[in-house]
């Protein structure tokens, strides 16, 4: 098996690690399972070294990590794995009683006048003791072949327990805090390798990319190898130590206008089959998706869009305009819930104008309230020409304002918005009927926003989004916005 992160190369090949599957069970086979996890635990995660002696102590023996990684690959049942990490968490976290000693040693040296490299020694001590002693046991599994792939599947194992609620606490958020940084440093931009796909390259890369397309499903090899061929482009990002293998894979069209139909890139056939420069005048962004779930939080997303831009830059020094193409996954379902909380809170529905009601009614045959949620529930809605068109000015707003005026902490809820603005991108346009897939019209009714990259402006935008939490959005979107507070209340 090939390596997945840095570090030497181990005897060992590591097991490939089966689905989740149900709870744990009761009784004494549970038991004896727990017993030889606190037994496995105990012998393959290092104990921290004094502080005099961290330098000097030799590294674990190999087969010590190499163990935890087998016992855990042998673990059957989801809720195995998520109570061996849940013990991992609580059990072999950071010594507590050793901050608190360390910390009043730091307290003391800065009440009294001392030395500054007694001082930062102190300080140096306190670091020290703040390091779990399960990272040390992650930082030794990375140095076995195929350890970081690995670590990837075992943190994705980790965030789907915590959403199935399998495992809780901040014990377990914490040691996913420590795994997430670790990953973030082995899979920074320096050891990323940046390749394009083509129809011409293999076809196990050609397979992972469609199998990986989270976005707009990839239906046959036809559709993959339209999606990699002429005024397409097709990047992804790889480990320096596995080439050809998928991390986070970049889709983009070259058109000669900011496109608002998503349709017209993954459905229809190119204008020809052979690229004409000067045809092209603007690079979409079209879908971005991450292979790995043990990536997620991983910045690979932002890099793989600021490489890609330098790369298209290079080959189209003439492109002058770069836009994201993107779906606004949980509209539908925030604008149902909207409007079941209306209902009960008020009896009736404030987020339309009287007008807007009266035709509504007319047309679904039935109070707003009922008939509405019952279509939008479903796709049936879009088969009515009448109820699309009059559907269209509330839905545009409604729209913009979660977009622009819903927050999560400050910053946009929608996470294809925030991921964008923390970019430096634009709020740029609102497209109708962008999207008349089963999934675009479940998800967002339709509805697509593109996200423009001023390429002279992202760094500002980015510092100003994430420091003042300051959205830019054109005179499109505030447009909508400023409707949707004149004529929708919350």
């Known amino acids: 098996m090939r390596g997945f992160g840095p570090g030497l190369t181990a005897r060992r090949v590591l097991p490939v690690l089966r689905p989740p599957g149900p709870r744990l069970a009761s009784g ?3 038991g004896a399972l727990e017993r030889a996890m606190d037994e496995m635990l105990r012998r393959s995660v290092p104990a921290t070294p004094a502080y005099e002696l961290r330098e000097k102590t030799p590294a674990p023996a190999e087969g010590q990590c190499a163990d935890f990684v087998s016992f855990y690959g042998g673990l059957a049942a989801g809720a195995e794995r998520a109570e061996l990490l849940s013990r991992l968490a609580r059990g072999f976290g950071v010594d507590h ?6 910390s009043a040693g730091v307290l003391q040296l800065r009440q009294q006048p001392r030395e500054t490299a007694v001082l930062l020694q102190a300080e140096d001590r306190l670091r020290y003791a703040l390091v779990p002693r399960y990272r040390g046991l992650f930082h030794h599994i990375s140095k076995l072949d195929g350890g970081v792939r690995f670590l990837v599947q075992l943190r994705a194992d980790l965030l789907e327990a915590q959403a199935l609620k399998l495992v809780e606490g901040p014990h377990v958020r914490e040691m996913n805090g420590v795994l997430k940084g670790m990953l973030s440093e082995w899979f920074s931009s320096g050891f990323l390798n940046l390749e394009r796909v083509t129809w011409h390259s293999p076809c196990e890369v050609l397979q992972k990319i469609s199998e990986s397309e989270a976005v707009h499903p990839v239906k046959n090899w036809m559709d993959i190898k339209r999606r990699v061929g002429p005024y397409r482009r097709c990047y992804f990002f790889s480990h320096c130590s596995t080439p050809e293998e998928p991390l986070v894979v970049l889709h983009v069209a070259l058109t000669n206008e900011i496109s608002s139909n998503i349709q017209a890139i993954v459905k229809e056939c190119p204008p020809s089959e052979t690229e004409e420069k000067n045809q092209i005048s603007t690079a979409i962004f079209y879908s971005l998706s991450l292979t790995q779930e043990g990536l997620q939080g991983v910045e690979l997303g932002t890099f793989l869009i600021k490489r890609v831009i330098k790369e298209l830059q290079k080959e189209f020094p003439h492109i002058g305009a770069f836009s994201s193409l993107s779906p606004i996954p949980g509209f539908t379902k925030w604008l149902l819930g909207l409007m079941n909380s209306q209902a009960k809170n008020h009896g009736r529905n404030e987020l339309f104008t009287d007008s807007e009601c009266k035709e509504i009614s007319e047309i679904t045959d039935g109070p707003i309230n009922e008939t509405l949620k019952v279509f939008l529930g479903s796709n049936e809605w879009v088969k009515s020409e009448k109820l ?10 409604l729209c913009a304002w979660y977009l622009y005026g819903e927050k999560h902490r400050g910053y946009a809820l929608n ?13 740029w346009r609102i497209n109708w009927m962008a999207d008349t897939s089963l999934r675009g019209i479940a998800s967002s009714c339709g509805l697509m926003v593109n996200y423009r990259y001023y390429l002279e402006e992202t760094a500002a935008n980015s510092t100003s989004y994430r420091s003042s939490k300051s959205i830019r959005a054109s005179e499109q979107v505030l447009g909508l916005v400023a409707q949707f507070q004149k004529n929708s209340k919350l």
Do not use: D, I, K, T
Request: glycine share 6%; charged share 10%.
């Open 415 to 427: 996470p294809v918005a925030n991921f964008h603005l923390q970019n430096g991108a634009v709020m």
């Open 28 to 30: 004494p086979a549970a």
């Open 388 to 397: 699309v068109r009059v559907l269209q000015a509330p839905l545009m707003r």
């Open 97 to 102: 009683g050793q901050v608190a000693e360390q």
